[in-house]
């Protein structure tokens, strides 16, 4: 069994998100970088976590965060160099971590050397035939070649200038116009992947997660309305399986699909048993801190993975959502990609104790689990970056309306009472690319180390007693009742999860011990929005 799930390690790891940029800057640029991760090792072996995932480290000019990527072969300059990584990928193994790195297979930066040379290739080239260029409409070629609309905001087709100067062709960005689609119906766009994929494997890395993975293919015609002509067509999965066969070939690689779909059906096919391994559950993400919401998204979750025998994922929190202890901390608590609700009145003190509860949920249920860089530190977001520091294309993009998601990417702070909080070294030469609140001072990871009741304790001990715990990362999930308002579940015949959503404390169920709560307990009983671990009597047959 601990064989065959080391082998499968992503059926039941617990993975830390490393958004780099913002985690550790080790050379006092402002800027998080790869050394400042590897300074960092020795925290996440100790916070108890299986993987990091690194968001894109390639050269990028940095329109999207690095989503942006003008090489797949190389690392940004501004966080180090392959030969960094390869180290750092080292370093990682010597922890027992395992590295998942962000590949982007949806569109490129307007930098790589594919599209400079399809801009300077011209009109009906070969080199343009690895994107989308169509002439424009209306009698000038001034209208796009078709109404869709970028995800971010703001049309889907910039106009190119040809080299007299003259509006030439128009080329496709789901995204920013600094991030051309690919046209994947192009061979040679197919095998560079393959050998992207080949480049990072050989160097080591266990797993990818595939950005955008379900709006690869396109229709060829380009006339079909949006979104279904670009999103989750049935000739995407090809690409999947090619990729399953290469990953099948080194061992123990897993490709980690980023999915956002509604529909469950059409969700699990990537995650048939010869394309992906897992891909993100986002239902669990948007889902309001309900009793019954809750436990129908779960249930929905672990009945559409059964049927694939693929492994569910929960993630409270990553780079392009508002935070949860803000999320939880609002009247509404559900989230929408496409409200992110910035300024709405949260209650942080609520917030966080719910979070602490969501964080024993998400730990305990079946599948993999996810750690956005600072949920273990109770970061909220940050509502109230200055405007002109914004970065992300979508506030732009939004014409301004959409805040965007600067707010869940302030760096990490690490020590000290004032800013960059060990995030840069003391000699640093710039301050931190993005601001930090002052209130920080009692979010860092120094304050938090020997604080038996920190965020970080709870999420250490957590992590320590889920990996003791061969029923968490094996067994299903058994529903249980504990009481008016509680999510109560079993994961083997003596461990419990039961979390408080009601209004009055619960009594612990009969000669339950507690092995772990987010919160003190109260008269022996658990107090409303907190959760627990026990371990349950043993039942007399
Ligand atoms: O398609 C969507 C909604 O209809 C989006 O949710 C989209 O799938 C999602 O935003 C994709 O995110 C990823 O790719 C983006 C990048 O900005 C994000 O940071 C990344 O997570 C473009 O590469
Ligand atoms: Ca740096």
Redo the contacts with the bound molecule.
Sequence with gaps: MAEKNSEQWWRSAAIYQVYIRSFADGNGDGIGDLDGVRAQLPYLAELGVDAIWFNPWYPSPMA??G?DVADYRDINAAFGTLAEAEKLIADAHGYGLRIIIDI?P??CSDEHRWFRAALAAGPGSPERARFWFRPGRGGDGELPPNDWTS?FGGPAWTRTTDEDGTPGEWYLHL?APQ?PDFNWDHPEVRQEFEAVLRFWFDRGVDGVRI??AA?LTKDPELAEPA?SAFTDRDDVHAIYRSWRRIADEYGSRALIG?V?MPDVERFTRYLRSDELHVAFNFDFLCCAWELDRLRAVIDATLASHAPVGAPATWVLSN??VVRHVTRYGRANTAFG?ADRRIGEPADLVLGEQRARAAALLSLALPGGVYVYQGDELGLAEVEDLPDELRQDPIFSRSGYTDKGRDGCRVPVPWSGIHPPFGFSPEQATAAPWLPQPQSWARRTAAGQDTDPNSMLTLYRQALRLRRAQPALLTLGLDWFDAGEGALAFRRGPDFACVINLGDTPLALPAGATLLLASGPLLDGQLPTETGAWLRLAPTRE
Excluded: K
Aim: hydrophobic share 35%.
């Design positions: 999207d965060g989503y982007v949806n569109h995800i995204f991030q950005d955008s709006l979104p980023e956002w780079h392009d990609m």
